[in-house]
């Protein structure tokens, strides 16, 4: 599909970061501090990563209509990779392997495509921050942006 008539002709890259506080062991909704970075850079039509600069914490895209999916998630990955067993890696804590271990089955980098200035994102779908240690953290969210920009 063409870009609209409206947007130039060629392809910009621009950059951004988003920080967070984190809280424990969470899932933070960030779709709409992504959407104001945005409109702010006037990003149109093109492509948004999302990449998470940590190893003990974690993107996903999920439902973003019934709260209870993000406890269920959280959930589930504390029963797939729990605190309570015995892991070499244990230097920072017991929280520590249990959270690389979610964050290796979740994702640190998203792609979502920009059309008309916001994520096409589905009806039902949110972007989400995971926080997988057991205690608050800074966390930092870099943004690349290719494709259209409105002048």
């Not at 104001?36 to 974690?58: D, E, I, K, P, Y």
């Not at 999916?69 to 589930?76: I, K, S």
């Not at 608050?136 to 290719?146: A, E, I, K, N, P």
Request: proline share 7%.
């Amino acid at each position: 599909m063409p870009p609209p008539a409206n947007l130039p002709s060629g392809f910009e890259v621009l950059h951004g970061t988003l920080e967070f506080r984190s809280a424990p062991k969470s899932s933070r909704p960030i779709s709409s501090e992504i959407s104001n970075w945005l409109r702010s850079s006037g990003a149109m039509s093109g492509t948004l990563t999302v990449f998470c600069q940590h190893t003990s914490a974690s993107l996903t895209i999920q439902e973003n209509y019934d709260p209870t999916v993000q406890e269920d998630l959280l959930r589930y990955l504390d029963d797939i990779a729990p605190e309570n067993r015995y892991y070499e890696h244990s230097l920072e804590g017991p929280d520590d392997m249990p959270a690389h271990l979610k964050t290796l089955l979740t994702s640190v980098s998203l792609t979502i495509p920009v059309q008309s200035g916001a994520m096409a994102l589905g009806q039902w779908q949110g972007v989400y921050l995971l926080e997988h240690r057991a205690h608050s953290h800074s966390r930092r969210l870099h943004l690349t942006f290719t494709g259209f920009v409105k002048k």
